[in-house]
């Protein structure tokens, strides 16, 4: 029986990020009144530095637990998509820095921490996808679709995510090993962004 003392999966991932997750978006540099398209393509390289190693170590580990729509959810094509769209061909892209600092994809728990992260950065995306309309003219077929990856679905498979979590019985170590995944995740991606400086 599930007891109301025991916080969810999704409550112990939200509390076990939010300094870490906060830290990050601070020093995105989205909103910054320096921001351009140069600096935006920069960022967007990063990005692609992280997701596509990050993507294949994950869905690569076997042990993402059943009821994961990995073919739905992949972002590395998207990214590709626009980096093209920003000018930088496929050759290129592939030969972009990638990172190599990855948090350890070691069990099912572990798997699920860095899919919260991952799943939980499309929501922001909406807002983003606005600023970068407004300030640098960028849209989904001009370099934008990433920041809108999942477009009029955001919200219903963001849904789908937490009723996925909601739906996996894990104990307490199990939640600790999801967030303790969820934390590194943060922490890589925040450090491999600032080695490519691009960050504020």
């Known amino acids: ?20 997750h906060v830290a990050l978006e601070k020093r995105l540099p989205f909103f910054s009144e320096r921001l351009d398209t140069e600096w935006y393509r920069r960022l967007l390289q990063a990005y692609y530095g992280f997701y596509a190693p990050m993507e294949v170590a994950l869905y690569d580990s076997g042990l993402i637990t059943e009821g994961f729509d990995q073919v739905l959810r992949v972002k590395t094509p998207t990214l590709l998509h626009d980096l093209n769209a920003l000018g930088v061909d496929e050759r290129t892209a592939h030969a972009l820095p990638r990172c190599t600092e990855l948090p350890t994809f070691d069990t099912p728990d572990a798997c699920l921490g860095a899919l919260y992260v991952l799943e939980g950065a499309t929501l922001g995306g909406q807002v983003l996808r606005r600023e970068m309309a407004q300030r640098l003219g960028v849209n989904a077929d001009n370099g934008g679709a990433f920041l809108d990856v999942y477009g009029a679905e955001t919200g219903r498979r963001w849904k789908d995510f937490l009723d996925y979590l909601g739906s ?25 962004l600032d080695s490519q400086e691009v960050l504020l």
């Open 1 to 20: 029986m599930h007891s109301q003392a025991t916080p969810s999966l999704l409550e112990t991932l939200r509390t076990g990020t939010a300094l870490l």
């Open 168 to 192: 996996l019985p894990l104990d307490t170590p199990a939640k600790q090993r999801a967030v303790d995944a969820a934390r590194s995740t943060f922490s890589c991606f925040e450090q491999w």
